[in-house]
């Protein structure tokens, strides 16, 4: 157990201090005496004031270097100085009295001089020991107050025994040295800021403790108090001193406890931290019981933050933090890692077997799935997991469990998935989509990028009613990726917003090509929630000067997604793009979660129903109602509808007949190539002007 390191200014500033007191007092009182005409017990008591200051300096020397209190050391020395003396004097007193020709009380002093200065040369010793070579002092500092502990009986027996004036010069000599070599070791040990060092061993401090005891009992027990009282007051003092130290270790105990909960608890949420999960999962791999790990992170979550702010956001951890709890389980060991990854940890033959680990990695999944209400917010943060399950983990290294789940999860981020379990092929996936952001980055730089265009067909005309612009990777070695291969791998490597400024230039410099060519057709260009900043405004009217392209030309759709995320900064910026005479549409309308009332505050022309309703309105009666509720809906509001996903007659049918105004899919054209799209476009061109604002039901 290792207690705090003082600082080096206050390890310095003790250093001092103690030097004083150990060089100058004890000369101070000492050398004076020294030279008294008569021997008196004045020198015993001035040397138990010495040997006192030289323990403090001690108590000092450990409190800095072996990781304990300068109170506590101080306190242990007493009580093992004082039951010492007491057995000592009990025993000795009298047959030193009689072979010194002393009297009692003399021989008593003597015997406690003696003792405490044994106490201080363990002292010493002690802190020694537990040094380390090099620059370091202690082991000298520790070895010269041993010396200087020996001296002070020493100086005192001088004074006492040695006749003459020989008395006075020897005990001058010795306690001068006394006083000199303390203050120079306590500097030496103490001057320069100290590093971690070994805890003093508990068993080894108990056991003084109790030997301690054992000898005050022993004497109070059996020493006459009548007789000799100065035995029995020293054992009193003994005990007094061990339960002191006692009663501080106790607290010293209380205090750790706290410092170790704190270093293994998450603060925000009450959660084990890193440390701690690391630990536990030492422990399981070392028992080799069965486990298994779920590593996590809530998708959105800096969403979140940005828009609601980090109060917002702490909320959010919290309430996915309780419920992790309640679905992981009794006994799973449930940790913050940090931001908003989470780990679950299940050991046990039932609890971290496969078909259990993959339904708790599902209980989670789903309660995350579920929004969470924050000031006023409903606000969605779904996990991501990755699952590891380890039978027999032997020897595995939780930092590689940690790795392997981590890699899961990042598969199940990139699939936008249901947990993932790892296995062996997941590795190389992962080294393949970091070859591929490595790529995508170069694409970027290059010219790899490019547009196909999806056109767009008046319902009730046939007439061509604008183009969908919709990204394409023409990769030299895979040949062309869809987006579903790069886009999430772009999200993740923070690429997005590059991918839409390249998407943007292109889809942008094509319609003003078309324009010049006499066949003026709309573009309409996806945008992802981390593009609907202040900055596109600025980024949209640079390049539709530049490509002298009519602003009602140019369509830009956005989720509904977008609108949760931030309905207020969403707002303010397309409302900018509108006055530029931008229309902005809603895409893949009835998949999110946005409400009327944000519907309602935004400047949208156009919604976009999902394929998903689309494509089964004939089939399935709800996704039928859901079709016709959003076209009437949009009219109701003057907006124009476009269905996506129209791929046979039948559904185009139904589409005139419910009254929609625009109608994309393949009953229609693939997306195409931009020369290809050139001639679908050249084949199907209308005399008259296309306007996107014609379809709209007056």
């Known amino acids: 157990m290792q207690l705090p390191t003082p600082s080096p200014a206050r390890a310095g500033a003790r250093a001092l201090g103690a030097a004083a007191l150990v060089g100058l007092l004890p000369a101070a009182l000492l050398c004076p005496l020294a030279l008294a005409p008569e021997p008196s017990a004045v020198p015993l008591a001035a040397a138990l004031v010495g040997e006192a200051v030289l323990g403090t300096a001690l108590a000092l020397l450990m409190a800095v270097h072996l990781g304990t209190t300068a109170r506590v050391a101080g306190i242990g020395a007493v009580a093992s100085a004082a039951s010492l003396s007491a057995v000592v004097t009990a ?15 003399t021989a008593h002093g003597l ?17 020694a020991s ?49 006083g000199g070599a303390g203050g120079w070791a306590v500097v030496q040990g ?65 205090v750790l406890r706290g410092v170790r909960r704190r270093a293994h608890t998450d603060t925000l949420t009450g959660l084990a931290n890193r440390t701690a999960l690391l630990a536990e999962l030492d422990a399981a791999a070392a028992a080799g019981a069965p486990l298994a790990v779920l590593l996590l992170d809530l998708d959105g979550f800096r969403r979140v933050n940005d828009a609601l702010g980090h109060r917002a956001g702490d909320e959010v951890l919290r309430s996915a933090a309780q419920r992790l709890v309640e679905a992981a389980g009794h006994g799973a060991v449930v940790a913050r890692l940090g931001s908003d990854e989470f780990a679950v940890l299940l050991t046990g033959a039932g609890a971290a077997s496969r078909p259990a680990a993959l339904q708790t990695a599902a209980a989670v999944h789903e309660v995350l799935g579920e929004t969470h209400e924050v000031e006023g917010f409903s606000v969605v943060a779904a996990a991501h997991t990755g699952v590891v399950v380890e039978p027999a983990p032997g020897g595995t290294a939780p930092l590689d469990l940690l790795r392997r789940a981590d890699v899961a999860m990042h598969w199940a981020r990139t699939l936008r998935s249901e947990p993932v379990e790892h296995h062996s092929g997941l590795d190389d996936a992962v080294r393949e989509s970091v070859e591929l952001v490595g790529e995508l980055r170069r694409a970027l730089d290059g010219d790899q990028v490019r547009l196909h265009f999806q056109p767009q067909v008046d319902v009730l005309t046939g007439r061509v009613r604008g183009t969908e612009a919709l990204v394409r990777w023409a990769h030299p070695e895979r040949g062309v990726l869809t987006p579903d291969v790069f886009l999430p791998v772009a999200a993740e490597a923070g690429l997005m917003g590059r991918l839409t400024s390249v998407v943007l230039e292109a889809a942008i410099g094509q319609a003003a090509a078309w324009d010049r060519a006499g066949t003026p057709v709309p573009v309409s260009v996806n945008l992802t929630a981390t593009d609907v900043r202040p900055e596109l405004v600025d980024e949209v009217a640079q390049l539709l000067v530049r490509e002298q392209l ?16 931030d309905p207020a900064g969403t707002a303010a910026v397309l409302a900018d793009l ?33 394929r998903t309703f689309v494509s089964r309105a004939l089939s399935d009666l709800s996704r039928y109602t859901v079709v016709r509720s959003t076209i009437d809906l949009a009219h109701g509001l003057g907006l124009r509808v476009v269905a996506e996903g129209v791929e046979d007659d039948d559904v185009l049918r139904l589409l005139r007949e419910l009254g929609c105004d625009v109608s994309q899919g393949y009953l229609h054209s693939r997306p195409l190539p931009a020369p290809e799209a050139t001639a679908w476009l050249a084949a199907h061109a209308d005399p008259a002007p296309t306007s996107p604002h014609e379809a709209v039901p007056g």
């Open 111 to 127: 015997l406690v001089v003696a003792a405490g200065a044994a106490c201080l040369v363990v002292m010493a010793l002690v802190t």
């Open 190 to 254: 103490v001057r320069s800021s100290p590093p971690r060092v070994r805890q003093v061993p508990w068993d080894g401090d108990l056991a003084v403790h109790a030997l301690s005891c054992v000898m005050a009992v022993g004497v109070l027990a059996f020493v006459d108090v009548s007789d000799t009282p100065v035995p029995w007051l020293l054992g009193v003092v003994a005990l007094g001193c061990v339960g002191a130290k006692v009663l501080l270790l106790q607290r010293e105990l209380f």
């Open 578 to 610: 509108v006055e530029l005479g931008v229309e902005v549409s809603i895409d893949d309308f009835g998949t999110g979660y946005s409400s009327l009332e944000v519907l309602l505050s935004l400047p949208v022309t156009e919604l976009k129903i999902d």
């Open 91 to 105: 025993l000795a007193a009298r047959p030193l009295a009689a072979a010194g020709d002393l009297d009692l009380p």
């Open 550 to 565: 009519p602003a009602s030309l140019l369509v830009l759709e956005i989720t509904e997604t977008v609108l949760v995320v």
């Open 130 to 178: 537990h040094a380390r070579g090099g620059r370091d002092h202690r082991p000298r500092a520790a070895g010269v107050l041993a010396a200087v502990a020996l001296l002070l009986p020493a100086a005192v027996l001088a004074r006492q025994l040695v006749p003459g004036g020989a008395q006075q010069l020897l005990a001058t000599a010795l306690l001068v040295l006394v």
